[in-house]
């Protein structure tokens, strides 16, 4: 069974920067893909980010790319969210996610390619 464990969300305006963290319970963290999702009101949960278990391979959504940054710590079994340059349409619920497949290269995008989740830290940015 793997825990995750998101924080960092917070309040901030449009244009400043918040970093997510995520830790990860379990032995199998770093042979697990990492992800972050995101659910606005009323919208469905969507890709943000993936990084793969080695950390050498990440995969970004049109909308955060350029902006957001995915890392990983495999020694502390924690995966970062690095999310600069923030717009009022960031706003949402993010979640974490572990899928214990390994995987070279390859970046898994789909919600169901996911087995554990987190419970989901907000994000709040004002205009």
């Known amino acids: 069974q793997v825990q995750l464990v998101e924080s960092g969300g917070g309040l901030v305006q449009a244009g400043g920067s918040l970093r997510l963290s995520c830790v990860a319970s379990?032995?199998?963290?770093?042979?697990?893909?990492m992800g972050w999702f995101r659910q606005a009101p009323g919208k469905e949960r969507e890709f943000v980010t993936a990084?793969?278990?080695?950390?050498?391979?990440?995969y970004y959504g049109v909308s955060v790319k350029g902006r957001f940054t995915i890392s990983r710590d495999n020694a502390k079994n924690a995966v970062y969210l690095q999310m600069n340059s923030l717009k009022p349409e960031d706003t949402a619920v993010y979640y974490c996610?572990?899928?214990?497949?390994?995987?070279?290269?390859?970046?898994?995008?789909?919600?169901?390619?996911?087995?554990?989740w987190g419970q989901g830290t907000q994000v709040t940015v004002s205009s």
């Open positions: 996610a572990a899928d214990n497949r390994y995987y070279s290269v390859y970046v898994p995008t789909g919600l169901s390619q996911y087995e554990y």
């Open positions: 990084i793969n278990a080695n950390g050498d391979s990440t």
């Open positions: 379990g032995r199998s963290f770093s042979r697990s893909t």
